[in-house]
T-cell receptor, first 116, second 111 residues
Framework: DTGVSQNPRHKITKRGQNVTFRCDPISEHNRLYWYRQTLGQGPEFLTYFQNEAQLEKSRLLSDRFSAERPKGSFSTLEIQRTEQGDSAMYLC??????????????FGPGTRLLVL | KQEVTQIPAALSVPEGENLVLNCSFT??????LQWFRQDPGKGLTSLLL?????REQTSGRLNASLDKSSGRSTLYIAASQPGDSATYLC??????????FGKGTTLSVSS
């Protein structure tokens, strides 16, 4: 168990460019989550996958954002036409499924995005 | 809409002190409440998870309590150490899977 990993750890881009982040969850976890955290705030939920199915999306996830988990393993989060307001830490988390219980979500180190 | 509030926003204590961090939530219909630790520029580390049917959980020098009816939780840290310096986040989980976080309490423990 190597924990949740995220790549890249840091990304600097110019306004209008597209960026893609990757998350590799803990291997036996079938649930995967994306959150966004801005300075001085707690993380805010973006979206959730159970295996390859995207089951929940926040209103924060505008049309410029898309997330995939094609084989139920790693996930990607793409932001098209980035804006300065997209600058934030993007956190990925995973959790196992237990019948009838919400389990602890294990977080990765995050990808810090800066849009110039 | 569920709102999570953490008080105080920042706290400074000398090493060895016992301290309490507070978390309140507006909707008592929760499945669980979690406390996380976040070091600067890093991800979150889960400290304690309390299911809605439980009143408290303990791990080492940490003790978390939950009073669901009043919408409150506390995180008690005994004999604080400089290594405890971090931001502590409280989060609740409701019918969906999303965690709803407070803004955190930033703790500084001086030696």
């Amino acid at each position: 168990d190597t924990g949740v990993s995220q790549n890249p750890r840091h990304k600097i881009t110019k306004r209008g460019q597209n960026v893609t982040f990757r998350c590799d969850p803990i291997s036996e976890h079938n649930r995967l989550y994306w959150y966004r955290q801005t300075l001085g705030q707690g993380p805010e939920f973006l979206t959730y996958f159970q295996n390859e199915a995207q089951l929940e999306k926040s209103r924060l996830l505008s049309d410029r954002f898309s997330a995939e988990r094609p084989k139920g393993s790693f996930s990607t989060l793409e932001i098209q036409r980035t804006e300065q307001g997209d600058s934030a830490m993007y956190l990925c988390a995973s959790s196992p499924t237990r019948q009838g219980r919400r389990e602890t979500q294990y977080f990765g180190p995050g990808t810090r995005l800066l849009v110039l | 809409k569920q709102e999570v509030t953490q008080i105080p926003a920042a706290l400074s204590v000398p090493e060895g002190e016992n301290l309490v961090l507070n978390c309140s939530f507006t909707d008592s219909a929760i499945y669980n409440l979690q406390w996380f630790r976040q070091d600067p520029g890093k991800g979150l580390t889960s400290l304690l998870l309390i299911q809605s049917s439980q009143r408290e959980q303990t791990s080492g020098r940490l003790n978390a309590s939950l009073d669901k009816s009043s919408g409150r939780s506390t995180l008690y840290i005994a004999a604080s150490q400089p290594g405890d310096s971090a931001t502590y986040l409280c989060a609740v989980q409701q019918a969906g899977t999303a965690l709803i976080f407070g803004k955190g309490t930033t703790l500084s423990v001086s030696s």
